[in-house]
Protein backbone atom coordinates (compact mmCIF):
# COMPACT_ATOMS: atom_id res chain seq x y z
CA UNK A 1 0.00 0.00 0.00
CA UNK A 2 0.97 3.91 -0.52
CA UNK A 3 2.24 5.89 2.42
CA UNK A 4 -1.16 7.42 3.10
CA UNK A 5 -3.10 4.17 3.57
CA UNK A 6 -0.08 2.90 5.74
CA UNK A 7 0.07 6.19 8.07
CA UNK A 8 -3.75 5.64 8.41
CA UNK A 9 -3.05 1.82 9.22
CA UNK A 10 -0.45 2.93 11.70
CA UNK A 11 -3.13 4.84 13.37
CA UNK A 12 -5.84 1.79 14.08
CA UNK A 13 -2.91 -0.32 14.72
CA UNK A 14 -1.45 2.01 17.53
CA UNK A 15 -4.80 1.81 19.62
CA UNK A 16 -5.40 -1.59 19.23
CA UNK A 17 -3.23 -5.18 19.41
CA UNK A 18 -3.86 -5.47 15.85
CA UNK A 19 -1.63 -7.94 12.96
CA UNK A 20 -1.60 -7.41 9.27
CA UNK A 21 -0.76 -9.74 6.71
CA UNK A 22 -0.12 -8.25 3.28
CA UNK A 23 -2.07 -9.36 0.52
CA UNK A 24 -0.73 -7.95 -2.34
CA UNK A 25 0.40 -4.31 -3.03
CA UNK A 26 -2.40 -3.03 -2.32
CA UNK A 27 -4.16 -5.37 -0.16
CA UNK A 28 -3.84 -6.26 3.27
CA UNK A 29 -5.72 -8.74 5.63
CA UNK A 30 -6.42 -6.53 8.68
CA UNK A 31 -6.77 -8.81 12.47
CA UNK A 32 -8.37 -6.00 14.43
CA UNK A 33 -7.60 -7.48 18.13
CA UNK A 34 -11.72 -7.63 18.02
CA UNK A 35 -12.88 -11.16 18.81
CA UNK A 36 -15.87 -12.45 18.38
CA UNK A 37 -17.77 -14.37 21.53
CA UNK A 38 -16.33 -17.89 20.58
CA UNK A 39 -12.72 -15.98 20.44
CA UNK A 40 -12.21 -15.81 17.00
CA UNK A 41 -10.58 -13.14 15.57
CA UNK A 42 -12.64 -10.22 13.63
CA UNK A 43 -10.39 -9.82 10.23
CA UNK A 44 -11.09 -6.87 7.80
CA UNK A 45 -9.43 -7.09 3.97
CA UNK A 46 -8.72 -3.23 3.09
CA UNK A 47 -7.99 -2.84 -0.21
CA UNK A 48 -6.47 0.42 -1.61
CA UNK A 49 -9.05 1.45 -5.09
CA UNK A 50 -7.07 4.62 -5.79
CA UNK A 51 -5.07 7.12 -4.27
CA UNK A 52 -7.58 7.99 -1.10
CA UNK A 53 -9.92 5.61 -1.64
CA UNK A 54 -10.38 2.43 0.43
CA UNK A 55 -12.63 -0.40 0.69
CA UNK A 56 -13.03 -1.79 4.35
CA UNK A 57 -14.41 -5.47 4.06
CA UNK A 58 -14.93 -8.60 6.41
CA UNK A 59 -14.83 -10.08 2.89
CA UNK A 60 -18.45 -12.66 3.52
CA UNK A 61 -16.73 -14.17 6.67
CA UNK A 62 -19.77 -13.11 8.85
CA UNK A 63 -21.98 -14.58 6.12
CA UNK A 64 -19.81 -17.99 6.75
CA UNK A 65 -19.94 -18.01 10.19
CA UNK A 66 -24.18 -17.34 10.17
CA UNK A 67 -24.36 -20.25 7.89
CA UNK A 68 -21.87 -22.94 9.71
CA UNK A 69 -24.79 -21.91 12.89
CA UNK A 70 -27.97 -22.51 10.52
CA UNK A 71 -28.84 -18.77 9.21
CA UNK A 72 -30.18 -19.09 6.00
CA UNK A 73 -29.78 -15.21 4.92
CA UNK A 74 -31.87 -16.39 1.82
CA UNK A 75 -35.11 -16.68 4.15
CA UNK A 76 -36.83 -13.26 5.17
CA UNK A 77 -37.05 -13.81 8.81
CA UNK A 78 -32.55 -13.78 8.73
CA UNK A 79 -32.31 -11.90 5.21
CA UNK A 80 -34.23 -8.55 6.62
CA UNK A 81 -32.11 -8.20 9.91
CA UNK A 82 -29.00 -9.05 7.65
CA UNK A 83 -29.98 -5.79 5.61
CA UNK A 84 -30.73 -3.80 8.59
CA UNK A 85 -27.04 -4.69 10.10
CA UNK A 86 -25.00 -4.29 7.55
CA UNK A 87 -26.53 -1.75 5.11
CA UNK A 88 -26.65 1.31 6.40
CA UNK A 89 -23.98 2.75 4.09
CA UNK A 90 -23.47 1.91 0.82
CA UNK A 91 -20.00 1.35 -0.32
CA UNK A 92 -18.90 3.72 -3.10
CA UNK A 93 -17.80 3.29 -6.25
CA UNK A 94 -16.73 -0.16 -5.07
CA UNK A 95 -18.43 -3.76 -5.90
CA UNK A 96 -19.47 -6.07 -2.97
CA UNK A 97 -21.25 -8.81 -2.68
CA UNK A 98 -24.82 -8.72 -0.56
CA UNK A 99 -23.49 -10.98 2.02
CA UNK A 100 -19.96 -8.76 2.79
CA UNK A 101 -20.01 -5.64 5.46
CA UNK A 102 -18.26 -3.07 3.83
CA UNK A 103 -18.03 0.82 3.41
CA UNK A 104 -15.31 2.73 1.58
CA UNK A 105 -13.56 5.53 3.17
CA UNK A 106 -10.69 8.03 2.68
CA UNK A 107 -7.14 7.52 4.26
CA UNK A 108 -7.90 9.88 7.24
CA UNK A 109 -11.10 8.11 8.06
CA UNK A 110 -9.68 4.54 7.95
CA UNK A 111 -9.20 3.96 11.14
CA UNK A 112 -12.47 4.93 12.28
CA UNK A 113 -13.97 2.95 9.49
CA UNK A 114 -12.34 -0.51 9.86
CA UNK A 115 -13.54 0.11 13.48
CA UNK A 116 -17.35 0.76 12.60
CA UNK A 117 -16.98 -2.43 10.03
CA UNK A 118 -15.39 -4.35 13.10
CA UNK A 119 -18.75 -3.32 15.21
CA UNK A 120 -21.38 -4.20 12.33
CA UNK A 121 -19.71 -8.13 12.11
CA UNK A 122 -20.06 -8.09 16.23
CA UNK A 123 -23.78 -7.01 15.71
CA UNK A 124 -24.37 -9.51 12.56
CA UNK A 125 -22.67 -12.38 14.25
CA UNK A 126 -25.43 -11.61 16.49
CA UNK A 127 -27.93 -13.23 14.30
CA UNK A 128 -26.88 -16.88 14.82
CA UNK A 129 -29.79 -16.62 17.26
CA UNK A 130 -31.84 -17.35 14.49
CA UNK A 131 -29.68 -20.24 13.24
CA UNK A 132 -31.41 -23.33 13.04
CA UNK A 133 -28.50 -24.81 15.35
CA UNK A 134 -28.61 -21.66 17.98
CA UNK A 135 -29.60 -23.26 21.45
CA UNK A 136 -31.46 -19.99 22.39
CA UNK A 137 -29.94 -20.10 26.34
CA UNK A 138 -30.59 -16.35 26.88
CA UNK A 139 -34.07 -14.99 27.11
CA UNK A 140 -32.85 -12.07 24.74
CA UNK A 141 -32.05 -14.79 22.50
CA UNK A 142 -35.41 -16.24 22.60
CA UNK A 143 -37.15 -12.41 22.34
CA UNK A 144 -34.85 -11.49 19.23
CA UNK A 145 -35.67 -15.38 17.50
CA UNK A 146 -39.49 -15.04 18.32
CA UNK A 147 -39.67 -11.53 16.80
CA UNK A 148 -37.83 -12.18 13.83
CA UNK A 149 -39.96 -15.39 13.39
CA UNK A 150 -43.01 -13.10 13.12
CA UNK A 151 -41.77 -11.18 10.29
CA UNK A 152 -39.44 -8.04 11.77
CA UNK A 153 -36.13 -7.36 11.40
CA UNK A 154 -33.84 -7.14 14.02
CA UNK A 155 -30.78 -5.60 15.14
CA UNK A 156 -28.91 -6.92 18.00
CA UNK A 157 -26.61 -4.79 20.78
CA UNK A 158 -27.61 -1.88 19.05
CA UNK A 159 -26.74 1.39 19.15
CA UNK A 160 -29.28 4.72 21.03
CA UNK A 161 -28.18 7.88 20.30
CA UNK A 162 -29.23 10.29 23.55
CA UNK A 163 -29.66 14.04 23.48
CA UNK A 164 -26.36 15.10 24.69
CA UNK A 165 -24.93 13.09 21.58
CA UNK A 166 -23.55 10.03 23.56
CA UNK A 167 -24.30 6.33 22.28
CA UNK A 168 -25.41 3.74 24.61
CA UNK A 169 -26.13 0.19 23.54
CA UNK A 170 -29.08 -1.81 24.19
CA UNK A 171 -29.77 -5.34 23.87
CA UNK A 172 -31.85 -5.17 19.74
CA UNK A 173 -33.89 -2.83 18.02
CA UNK A 174 -36.79 -3.43 15.93
CA UNK A 175 -37.80 -2.60 12.80
CA UNK A 176 -41.10 -3.40 10.75
CA UNK A 177 -40.42 -4.53 7.30
CA UNK A 178 -42.42 -5.18 4.11
CA UNK A 179 -43.54 -8.70 5.12
CA UNK A 180 -44.33 -7.44 8.44
CA UNK A 181 -47.44 -5.56 7.39
CA UNK A 182 -49.80 -8.45 8.23
CA UNK A 183 -48.85 -8.37 12.01
CA UNK A 184 -49.73 -4.35 12.20
CA UNK A 185 -52.44 -3.03 13.68
CA UNK A 186 -54.50 -1.11 10.83
CA UNK A 187 -55.46 1.76 13.51
CA UNK A 188 -51.58 2.45 14.30
CA UNK A 189 -48.54 2.14 12.48
CA UNK A 190 -45.82 0.31 14.66
CA UNK A 191 -43.04 2.53 15.81
CA UNK A 192 -39.56 2.04 13.65
CA UNK A 193 -37.28 1.68 14.71
CA UNK A 194 -37.55 -0.03 18.52
CA UNK A 195 -34.68 -0.06 21.18
CA UNK A 196 -35.37 -2.89 23.88
CA UNK A 197 -34.02 -4.24 27.00
CA UNK A 198 -34.84 -7.00 28.47
CA UNK A 199 -34.75 -8.40 31.80
CA UNK A 200 -35.58 -11.54 33.12
CA UNK A 201 -33.53 -12.17 36.41
CA UNK A 202 -34.78 -13.74 38.99
CA UNK A 203 -33.77 -12.32 42.54
CA UNK A 204 -33.37 -8.30 43.01
CA UNK A 205 -34.69 -6.39 40.56
CA UNK A 206 -32.69 -3.68 40.88
CA UNK A 207 -29.77 -3.98 38.42
CA UNK A 208 -32.17 -4.50 35.74
CA UNK A 209 -34.40 -1.66 36.62
CA UNK A 210 -30.89 0.77 37.09
CA UNK A 211 -29.59 -1.15 33.45
CA UNK A 212 -32.99 -0.24 31.84
CA UNK A 213 -32.52 3.20 32.93
CA UNK A 214 -29.11 4.08 32.18
CA UNK A 215 -29.93 3.08 28.91
CA UNK A 216 -33.08 4.55 27.93
CA UNK A 217 -33.08 7.99 29.81
CA UNK A 218 -32.45 10.99 28.07
CA UNK A 219 -32.37 8.63 24.53
CA UNK A 220 -33.14 10.97 21.19
CA UNK A 221 -36.00 8.64 20.39
CA UNK A 222 -39.52 8.76 21.45
CA UNK A 223 -40.37 7.10 24.97
CA UNK A 224 -42.91 4.78 22.67
CA UNK A 225 -39.72 3.81 20.82
CA UNK A 226 -38.22 2.36 23.88
CA UNK A 227 -39.54 -1.26 25.54
CA UNK A 228 -38.20 -2.51 28.60
CA UNK A 229 -39.32 -6.40 28.45
CA UNK A 230 -39.62 -8.06 30.97
CA UNK A 231 -39.73 -11.94 31.32
CA UNK A 232 -41.07 -14.67 33.39
CA UNK A 233 -38.24 -14.64 36.00
CA UNK A 234 -38.42 -10.79 36.58
CA UNK A 235 -39.84 -9.83 39.93
CA UNK A 236 -39.73 -5.83 39.83
CA UNK A 237 -41.95 -3.91 42.59
CA UNK A 238 -44.52 -1.82 41.95
CA UNK A 239 -42.34 1.21 42.19
CA UNK A 240 -39.84 -0.37 40.02
CA UNK A 241 -42.62 -0.41 37.12
CA UNK A 242 -43.66 3.15 37.77
CA UNK A 243 -39.83 4.75 37.18
CA UNK A 244 -39.15 2.42 33.79
CA UNK A 245 -42.75 3.99 32.81
CA UNK A 246 -41.09 7.20 33.00
CA UNK A 247 -38.26 6.70 30.52
CA UNK A 248 -40.07 3.21 28.40
CA UNK A 249 -42.95 1.40 27.15
CA UNK A 250 -42.76 -1.94 29.93
CA UNK A 251 -44.47 -5.31 28.69
CA UNK A 252 -44.09 -8.05 31.21
CA UNK A 253 -44.52 -11.46 29.37
CA UNK A 254 -44.58 -15.22 30.03
CA UNK A 255 -43.31 -16.09 26.76
CA UNK A 256 -41.21 -14.47 24.15
CA UNK A 257 -43.75 -15.51 21.57
CA UNK A 258 -46.21 -12.96 23.57
CA UNK A 259 -43.41 -9.70 22.03
CA UNK A 260 -44.04 -9.71 18.47
CA UNK A 261 -47.92 -9.57 18.84
CA UNK A 262 -47.57 -7.15 21.92
CA UNK A 263 -44.85 -5.11 19.38
CA UNK A 264 -47.24 -4.93 16.40
CA UNK A 265 -50.42 -3.42 19.04
Known amino acids: ?24 EDCSLVY ?17 LAPDHFLVSDAGMVADRLGDA ?5 KRAAGESWRLVTQSEVPVLAHVSEFEIARTTTSDSL ?8 VRCLQADGLRVL ?35 GV ?18 PKRQAPEPTFVMTANTSGSFMESHDAVLNA ?6 DVSQRVALLGPNARPEQWHLDSLAEECR ?16
Open 32 to 48: SGIDFPDGDSVALRVTQ
Open 131 to 165: GKHHRHASFTDRAMYAVADAGFAVKPRASLRNKFG
Open 168 to 185: RQVHFQVQRTAGADALLS
Open 1 to 24: MEADAAQALSGFLAALPCEVANLS
Open 70 to 74: GVDLS
Open 216 to 221: FRGADA
Open 250 to 265: VQQVTEVGEFAAAFAR
Open 111 to 118: GESMWEVA
